[in-house]
């Protein structure tokens, strides 16, 4: 098992910056999937980026590429997601999970996730 923990989440305007950070414990030796989700209102779960432990290989959606950056400190088993030119539209719940024995290429849906954070809210005024 996977245990997650985020913080990192609140209010910033058009422009500003955000990281989020997620605390793993529990099984964190196997290789696995961390990724960043979102949903915002009405909309479904999407992957924002996602980081591949056994090759630290990394995936962004194309509404973050360039603006977010996914990172992960072994040491401290804790993933981050660094937020910069936020937009309104980046305003959500954000989520993080991991997906154990699965390379991040082939799990990119929230269905695909087996273990999940209790979510961080990020809301982003123009």
């Known amino acids: 098992q996977v245990q997650l923990v985020e913080s990192g989440g609140g209010s910033v305007q058009a422009g500003g910056s955000l990281r989020l950070s997620c605390a793993a414990s529990?099984?964190?030796?196997?290789?696995?999937?961390m990724a960043w989700f979102r949903q915002a209102p009405g909309k479904e779960r999407e992957r924002v980026a996602a980081?591949?432990?056994?090759?630290?290989?990394?995936y962004y959606a194309d509404s973050v590429k360039g603006r977010f950056t996914i990172s992960q400190d072994y040491a401290k088993n804790t993933v981050y997601l660094q937020m910069n030119s936020l937009k309104p539209e980046d305003t959500a719940m954000y989520y993080c999970?991991?997906?154990?024995?699965?390379?991040?290429?082939?799990?990119?849906?929230?269905?695909?996730?087996?273990?999940w954070g209790q979510g961080t809210q990020v809301t982003v005024s123009s």
């Open positions: 980081f591949y432990t056994g090759d630290g290989s990394t």
């Open positions: 999970a991991a997906r154990r024995w699965a390379h991040c290429s082939s799990v990119p849906y929230y269905g695909d996730y087996a273990h």
């Open positions: 529990g099984d964190t030796y196997s290789s696995r999937c």
